[in-house]
């Protein structure tokens, strides 16, 4: 790659290296100035007491050290509870999503995917759209959808269920199975699970699963994510050898065989690439918060994403919010890594300078 | 390549169908049941969303499911159009959307040549720099990309909306993958022929790489049209609110009091058509957008 410099001016080679820089130096300006740059601004703010007003590196702004960050996990008060309510929130939107999502996308492409049915890619084609549709926009459809006295509580009428109030209903859903079942009685729950907890938050609030209000946003998100993930699987399906197929179908194989033991170890690439940007994307909700709760009701659709933004925007403590930035972004890169460790393969001999995502390896 | 497997596989699917012929039937009707029925999931919604556009509140309010709107009627676009800013997020939302897009196509098709095909010192660390700020989750970024604009002095202007956006990593990845999938003897010929390196690119390279353009114009399109996160961090004043950014505005501030549904789900939908023009009409590329770029969120 190091090409030495051209020995004549002017040589082709001279022309191609200044040409090189040339046509790289907008989108290198562009993306230094506004996504590299910006990072080590906010690293310095997170670490300082900047309150919004002037410039963060005049002379007056205050170094604060690590005191953002012990604030979101040591110190005991408003910022560590909401922080602490906020990552509860998204580690169970990420157990549901993340599973639901997968295996949706992967059961439409498998039937997609079927050579005696016709007219499939009608159905690709439906299944994907709403992946392209403004994030916004189809949050109003879902508030519409998911309102009191919307399509889904009509339809759920219809067959004599009443509906909650969506969006008004804070109750989690473990609680709620937990009371079904007579484990506990959610109205006073045992004081060993209220007692203490973790990070100051107790057991029982730990133990709340996703809120109703929640839930909402999950079945939003698979909804508009499926269809993505679906073309990932089928372009994997698609470079499944008809040879294997029919080598197993010869071998006797039924349909659940081959699909356990010839499709899916095939598989394996896309799903993982799947997985990755599951985990990835679903750390990362904010439009849905932003336009359909603002973390309503009762704080249990807060996320990371939406409390950085609320914390700096709303309650203009910039530190504290760009401190929630960086653990949400190690949060993300520790995802991406223990999933990378989990599903590696012993047997594949991985290029060993390919640490970043695998973009583009399904095509 | 030889006959004789061959006629083996013919007859191999064969065998079952004697004992299976019901079984491949119901397997059809299932699997078209189930085609149908995620078909309704996907697109119901938007059908709810486009028939209660055309109801009045108190249709809406009584018969949300209902796909036929009684009596229709356009209330709630008069109103749209006359009592918000919505002509106003329009202008906007074209503007934006049109400058972010030819910067993209020009811009990361140009970078993307230049890393895969003209050799200069430090094309390797411009490389990882892309693949790195790919992985960025952009989220992460709000706060950071707010401090940047606020520091240069154009937080709160049509710059801030646009200029950042120009260049996406994920565009110059894409054009990168292309050109290298390219052959480069066309190119060579050119350059042995005396023309200059940017007169190859514009009338020998970009003529030759309108599939992979056109899957980036209408990436760049579908993705600066929907834009919302920047928008939210980038400008302030309700004068320079694209569509996203102005019908969260109508849903989730002061405005949004009351119901309204007929007037929001107008909104939305106004906001969904381009999108959805473009999509029918350009799908395939949609499709391989998906499959090269993997998602964008």
Request: glycine content about 8%.
């Amino acid at each position: 790659m190091a090409e030495p410099a051209a020995r004549r001016r002017g040589g082709i080679r001279g022309n191609e290296a200044t040409a090189g820089w040339l046509f790289v130096a907008p989108a290198v300006l562009i993306l230094g100035l506004f996504l590299v740059l910006p990072i080590g601004m906010a690293l310095w703010v997170s670490v300082s007491g900047w309150n919004g007003q002037g410039s963060p590196f005049a002379p007056g702004v205050p170094f604060v050290g690590a005191q953002n960050y012990a604030d979101l996990f040591l110190a005991d008060g408003l910022t560590r509870e909401n922080f602490m309510i906020s990552i509860r929130n998204n580690l169970y939107y990420v157990a549901v999503a993340v599973p639901a999502q997968t295996l949706l996308a992967l059961a439409l492409a498998l039937v997609v995917n079927q050579r005696f049915l016709k007219g499939t890619s009608f159905f690709r084609t439906a299944f994907y759209f709403p992946s392209v549709t403004s994030s916004v926009a189809i949050s109003v459809v879902f508030l519409f959808l998911f309102a009191n006295s919307g399509a889904v509580n009509a339809l759920l009428a219809m067959i004599g269920i009443s509906g909650p109030a969506w969006f008004a209903d804070p109750r989690g859903l473990l609680h709620l199975a937990l009371g079904g079942l007579g484990l506990v009685d959610v109205a006073d729950p045992p004081a060993a699970l209220t007692g203490g907890g973790p990070f100051g938050l107790s057991w029982w609030e730990w133990l709340a699963g996703p809120s109703v209000a929640m839930s909402t946003i999950i079945m939003l998100v698979v909804w508009t994510t499926s269809g993505t993930f679906m073309l990932i699987f089928l372009a994997a399906l698609q470079d499944v050898p008809v040879q294997v197929e029919e080598a197993s179908l010869i071998d006797g194989a039924n349909a659940w065989q081959r699909l356990r033991h010839v499709t899916l170890p095939m598989l394996k690439p896309a799903l993982f690439l799947v997985v990755t940007l599951g985990l990835i994307g679903t750390w990362q909700v904010f439009d849905q918060v932003y336009v359909m709760s603002q973390g309503k009701p009762a704080n249990t659709t807060l996320t990371p994403a939406y409390l950085s933004y609320r914390t700096a925007f709303t309650d203009f403590e910039y530190g504290v919010g760009a401190a929630i930035s960086f653990v949400l972004f190690l949060i993300i890169v520790v995802m991406t890594l223990l999933q990378r460790w989990i599903m590696r393969d012993r047997d594949e001999v991985r290029p060993r300078r390919r640490w970043w995502p695998r973009r583009g390896s399904t095509s | 390549m030889v006959a004789a497997p061959r006629e083996h596989l013919v007859t191999a699917p064969g065998r079952p169908a004697r004992r299976g012929g019901l079984r491949t039937l119901v397997g059809t009707f299932l699997g078209y049941a189930v085609l149908v029925f995620f078909a309704l999931v996907f697109l119901y919604p938007f059908v709810i969303q486009t028939a209660n556009s055309f109801k009045t509140e108190a249709d809406a309010a009584a018969h949300p499911l209902s796909p036929v709107p009684d009596p229709f009627t356009t209330a709630a676009f008069t109103k749209i159009f006359d009592s918000t800013a919505f002509p106003l997020w329009i202008g906007n939302s074209i503007l934006v959307t049109l400058l972010i897009t030819v910067g993209r196509v020009f811009l990361d098709s140009l970078a993307g040549y230049a890393l895969a095909r003209l050799s200069f010192r430090g094309r390797g660390a411009v490389t990882v720099m892309i693949v790195a700020v790919m992985a960025v989750p952009g989220v992460v970024l709000l706060i950071p990309k707010f401090l940047v604009l606020n520091q240069l002095g154009i937080y709160n202007t049509y710059t801030a909306l646009v200029l950042p956006l120009l260049v996406d990593a994920a565009g110059v990845f894409i054009m990168r993958q292309f050109f290298l999938s390219v052959p480069p003897s066309l190119e060579e010929a050119a350059r042995m022929d005396g023309a200059g390196v940017f007169r190859t690119y514009w009338s020998i390279i970009l003529p030759m790489a309108r599939p992979a353009l056109i899957t980036l114009t209408i990436l760049s399109f579908q993705a600066s049209w929907n834009e919302f996160p920047h928008t939210v961090v980038a400008v302030q004043s309700p004068q320079l609110f694209t569509l996203p950014r102005g019908i969260a505005n109508l849903v989730s501030g002061s405005l949004g009091a009351g119901t309204q549904y007929p007037l929001k789900l107008g909104a939305a939908l106004l906001a969904t058509i381009p999108v959805a023009i473009i999509f029918v009409v350009f799908q395939r590329y949609f499709v391989r957008g998906a499959a090269e770029g993997g998602s964008k969120e």
